[in-house]
């Protein structure tokens, strides 16, 4: 009896010391980073101090133009009517997945939304003020800040917090990316062990790192267990 329970406690300790020395680091930057994301207040981290997604005015009442017209024939996989700009406008999506923009009065197909247009969608929905400058350009490629529809139009503003209002072809606001949110989302990447895309927090290293992380714990209360002062222990047993 007394062999097996030194073995145990010579195997649980050896366990317990090495999987300490593998994932201390980990764990101390599960800690911080959870730390550090839960004292982020989650509506500042999307920017919603600075930024305004959507367009607060209310569709007038008016006739519009029927869908069918509009749609042509076009197999759709969604359609809305929403305001742009103040304008009303019918925004459609096609089976194929292209985005549209219609009057939604007479039915007209809209341009597309270019530059200018993108410029004027991102400072209409910036809130500080006053409003910096604004360097509108095209992204066609996604990246660790932008996983959103493709192309897309980025308005970057000249402000303290570094923000990026990403602008999708039908005239929505798919992100808002500032300092507050990068700084987060640092953080998260330490979080889930996805250091490349920051979003898969089913990695192997996450796994693995989690199962280090339960055995740690299963070792340590071993440890505990035959460690624990033998009178007391025969105290509660009897």
Do not use: C
């Not at 062999?3 to 010391?17: E, Q």
């Not at 839960?38 to 029927?66: K, T």
């Not at 969608?121 to 066609?140: F, H, K, L, N, Q």
């Amino acid at each position: 009896m007394r062999s097996t329970r030194m073995r145990l406690h010579i195997g649980a300790s050896r366990l317990h010391r090495w999987l300490a020395l593998i994932i201390g680091v980990q764990l101390l930057l599960w800690f911080t980073s959870g730390l550090v994301m839960s004292l982020l207040p989650i509506e500042r981290v999307r920017g919603e101090h600075l930024v305004e997604r959507e367009d607060g005015g209310v569709l007038p009442a008016q006739d519009y133009a029927p869908l069918d017209r509009i749609a042509a024939g076009t197999p759709l996989r969604s359609a809305r009517h929403r305001l742009l700009l103040g304008r009303p406008v019918v925004e459609i999506e096609t089976a194929s997945g292209e985005l549209r923009l219609h009057d939604a009065a007479t039915g007209d197909r809209l341009p597309a939304i270019d530059a200018t247009t993108a410029s004027r969608i991102a400072s209409a929905a910036y809130r500080g003020r006053p409003a910096p400058a604004v360097a509108v350009a095209r992204v066609t490629t996604g990246s660790t800040e932008y996983k959103g529809r493709l192309p897309a139009w980025q308005a970057a503003f000249a402000d303290g917090e570094a923000t990026r209002i990403y602008i999708d072809d039908a005239g929505r606001i798919a992100a808002v990316r500032t300092g507050t949110w990068r700084f987060y989302d640092f953080f998260w990447a330490l979080h889930i062990m996805d250091w490349s895309e920051h979003e898969d927090f089913n990695t192997p290293w996450l796994k693995a790192f989690a199962i280090g992380g339960l055995l740690l714990a299963i070792a340590g209360t071993i440890l505990l267990y035959l460690r624990w002062p033998r009178k007391r222990r025969r105290r509660a047993e009897g």
